[in-house]
């Protein structure tokens, strides 16, 4: 059976990783994120500048690196990082 590690990492519901994907791509513009990354921001400085959570930031950055882009990611974090 298939299965995908950025989904798998994730230890709760689908639907809260949907959710977390969703609002990532909906906070975190592609373009302004590379641009930040571009000039070595780190994920916290990121998301301070966007003024959204470290772990939003980690989620984009996984996304992005699952679709081709050359990112490091240093950790996954839980889906329910919101309900902490």
Avoid: R
């Amino acid at each position: 059976m298939f299965q995908d590690n950025l989904y798998t990492t994730f230890k709760t519901s689908t639907k809260e990783i949907e959710a977390n994907f969703f609002a990532a791509e909906l906070l975190i513009k592609t373009d302004t994120f590379l641009d930040l990354a571009s000039k070595n921001f780190t994920y916290k400085q990121i998301a301070c500048a966007l003024e959204v959570s470290t772990e939003l930031v980690l989620i984009k950055a996984q996304f992005l690196k699952k679709n081709g882009y050359k990112i490091k990611v240093p950790f996954v974090p839980e889906a329910n990082f919101l309900g902490k």
